[in-house]
């Protein structure tokens, strides 16, 4: 009963904060999306059967990364030639996060069978993804400092490599988890993308909206994925298939 409450709750903060992304209230939504994850976290530990630890990772790292850039907004001043230790001390935790999802997909993977079925699938998403973090990053060439720079690239390649991989994941698996933890993965990728484009190029209300309402929705996948089991991968790339 408690759960459901709090699932509740959870899809409310949810609107909350879209809204207040949307109107530009920062500080405000800053503070609902940390106390959000650590009531998804807390929901997640207490009540899953089946506890992934790469998982509780991920929200766990993810949540304190927003708690830190929440507090960084009552950090002192920053003056050029100053080092935003909250920045990056938040958007490394962002990158550790992402990582365990990684890790998460990798060690469920039938390497043998992805490598000899999926191979072209595999080339041609690497290049994508170089093309992709490349493309995206260089948006934010103009804004950073050289470091801001390459913390930016890494953190865009972790979050091309998580979207490569939960495709892959779906075409070895064809379940109903992997299909959301696709669609978490595509969720986040856009809204970090345009999250990107918010914050870098131009600040739009549209764009504070469609960002946080894409996070909003990753994370239900992400969660909505967490409570099931695999039921794949399809007889096509079954071990027992490639033995025969």
């Known amino acids: 009963m408690f759960s459901k409450i709090l699932k509740v709750k959870l899809l409310i903060l949810g609107g909350i904060f879209i809204v207040l992304q949307g109107m530009t209230f920062q500080i405000e939504g800053a503070a609902v999306s940390a106390i959000i994850l650590i009531l998804l976290t807390v929901l997640y530990c207490g009540w899953t059967a089946n506890k992934s630890r790469l998982f509780c990772w991920f929200l766990g790292l ?92 890494i953190y865009n390649t972790i979050i091309m490599v998580l979207l490569s991989l939960a495709l892959i994941n779906y075409m070895y ?28 190029v131009m600040e739009d209300k549209i ?19 967490s409570q099931l089991e695999y039921t794949g991968p399809e007889m096509d790339y079954s071990d027992n298939h490639l033995e025969a």
């Open 62 to 153: 993810y949540t304190l990364g927003h708690i830190l850039s929440y507090s960084a907004w009552y950090g002192p001043d920053l003056h050029k030639g100053d080092i935003d230790y909250f920045y990056y001390i938040a958007n490394i935790l962002f990158i550790l996060a992402y990582i365990f999802l990684i890790l998460k997909i990798l060690i469920k993977l039938d390497y043998r069978a992805v490598f000899s079925k999926l191979s072209i699938p595999l080339f041609i998403l690497i290049v994508l993804d170089v093309f992709s973090v490349s493309i995206v990053t260089e948006t934010a060439q103009g804004v950073l400092e050289f470091y801001e720079y390459i913390l930016e690239y």
């Open 173 to 200: 698996r064809n379940d109903i988890k992997s299909m959301m933890f696709l669609m978490g993965s595509i969720c986040i990728a856009f809204s970090e993308i345009i999250q990107l484009a918010y914050f870098y």
């Open 207 to 225: 764009l504070g909206f469609i960002y946080s309402f894409f996070l909003v929705v990753a994370f239900i996948f992400f969660y909505r994925q």
